[in-house]
């Protein structure tokens, strides 16, 4: 019954007209983000977060903004990957296998609609699974003390590091720069100056907003000037849409065991929407077996990657409101907006912000039926926005970035910040080395610093006080496995190669 009344309160909110207007703008603008391929969920939330303070929104209005946007985006990424063979972002990956070939077929529109369908029923059984998951696991987490904090947050480095790069010295790498980073400030304990070469504008640390922008947005542009230079152009003509009923029904069991698959793979500290996706595909696939047509443009090979990362979605944020870990690189973005709203996650956050959770929450299941009237009917409207030229994007991106932070902090001195993060961002990622740890480390590294310390106050310097609960070590053991698993599943979860005529 708290549920229900809980749900109740949550619908008061996201049905205000001012609410549903954020969330159909958010839906709107993540599908157009996710539609141009590079840019994915990640980069257009941070680019849009300094939106959100220039407009003065509210924690609630904000956060309902920005996930509806992280919904919109996994939704469009599969458009560019059915007509381009050019994944919009990570997650959509897999979508190629069959979604390409089943447009070459003459059934572009056929896999849209399909993909649409699939990606409504796995981000709305997530949003079901967050609204029964999270409560319960907020309640878990009482049991967590200074010890099992830093090891959740180590399981948080270990696996989404692991995930996120082909190298695990390069994400270890990258983890530690973000904590280096971190550390840059006054020391809260002893008030001494850390790693700030006598600057005054980095007393106060480094903003993780900056840090974010920087590293995703301005980046982004830098790789744009790059190598997408050039108009974009669609390599599938689209005709006539329409509902493919036969291959929905077809698909429909398809969609619900992806939709569990990529929840729980979601719900993972660090798997994310990439490994929902993936694991979805290759277990319909060896349900169906070598007579299944598994690569040749089948609709169960649609369904089952779009069900299964946009089901992975919703289950990044059951960590993030619970246990104030990420799930995922967005969630870490999504993370950092919180905080930056003075909003603490954890399961303190469900007594004491209930309307922030739960407006957000009854926001989501809108916003997916939003996005499913979005996909099918308008999805003509949004293959146009692959043949945007990059000199009409460019500029908007960049002057949103920077009117954003300025408005947020008024110092021409993040400004600054803000294009060292980028020419940063751009020379990691020209050396391979993922971002998404360094702003991990940037998040966390004051909160793991702060566990650590409580935990060796406690034990008067005992370090395995750190392994002195079953939880903890659990926490330990499922690091370790996140952080070495990756090298020898390598093979398997490499990119597949583009199809070819």
């Not at 110092?411 to 600054?416: I, Q, R, T, V």
């Amino acid at each position: 019954m708290d549920t229900l009344a809980n749900l109740a309160l949550g619908f008061s909110i996201a049905l205000s007209p001012y609410t549903l207007m954020l969330a159909v703008i958010g839906c709107f603008l993540g599908t157009i983000i996710g539609a141009l391929p590079g840019l994915g969920p990640s980069n257009g939330v941070a680019i849009l977060i300094p939106l959100t303070f220039s407009l003065g929104l509210d924690a609630t209005s904000a956060l309902v903004l920005m996930t509806a946007v992280y919904y919109g985006a996994m939704y469009g990424g599969r458009i560019s990957s059915i007509l381009l063979n050019i994944p919009g972002d990570e997650p959509a990956l897999m979508t190629t296998l069959d979604g390409y070939p089943m447009a070459r077929q003459g059934r572009a529109g056929d896999a849209l609609v399909l993909s649409g369908v699939a990606s409504f029923v796995g981000a709305f059984l997530a949003t079901i699974g967050l609204m029964l998951l999270a409560p319960l696991l907020s309640r878990v987490a009482y049991f967590f003390g200074p010890a099992e904090y830093f090891a959740l947050y180590l399981l948080a480095f270990c696996t989404l590091g692991g995930m996120a790069s082909n190298n695990q010295a390069k994400a270890a790498m990258a983890s530690c720069l973000g904590l280096a980073i971190a550390m840059v400030g006054v020391d809260n304990n002893s008030g001494m100056p850390r790693l700030t070469g006598g600057n005054m504008h980095l007393m106060d640390g480094i903003d993780f907003l900056v840090a974010i922008v920087g590293l995703f947005a301005i980046a982004e542009v830098f790789f744009f000037i790059e190598s997408h230079g050039k108009d974009s152009s669609i390599g599938i003509k689209l005709d006539r849409v329409t509902i493919p009923w036969k291959d929905i029904g077809k698909s429909k069991w398809t969609m619900l065991r992806s939709s569990v698959v990529g929840f729980f793979a979601g719900v993972l500290p660090g798997a994310g929407a990439s490994l929902g996706s993936f694991l979805a595909y290759m277990s319909e696939k060896s349900i169906a077996g070598p007579k299944g047509g598994f690569g040749t443009g089948v609709p169960q090979g649609i369904a089952a990657p779009e069900a299964g990362n946009n089901s992975a979605a919703g289950g990044a944020l059951v960590p993030m409101l619970t246990l104030g870990v990420p799930g995922s690189g967005t969630t870490a973005v999504l993370l950092a907006l919180l905080m930056t709203l003075n909003i603490t996650p954890g399961p303190t956050l469900f007594t004491d912000r209930p309307e922030v959770v739960w407006g957000l929450i009854a926001s989501l299941l809108i916003a997916n039926f939003v996005l499913l009237m979005m996909n099918v009917p308008m999805v003509k409207i949004f293959v146009k926005i692959l043949t945007v030229p990059a000199w009409v994007l460019l500029p908007g991106v960049t002057m949103i970035s920077f009117v954003g932070i300025y408005s947020l902090s008024g110092s021409y001195f993040d400004l600054l910040l803000m294009v060292a993060f980028g020419v940063l961002g751009y020379v990691l990622r020209k050396l391979d080395i993922p971002t998404v740890p360094v702003i991990l480390g940037i998040l966390l590294g004051g909160h793991m610093e702060d566990a650590l310390r409580r935990a060796m106050v406690i034990s008067d310097g005992d370090i395995f006080y750190l392994l002195s609960s079953p939880i903890s070590i659990g926490l330990w053991i499922a690091a370790v496995a996140g952080f070495v698993a990756p090298m020898f599943l390598r093979e398997l979860l490499k990119k597949p190669q583009r199809i070819t005529d």
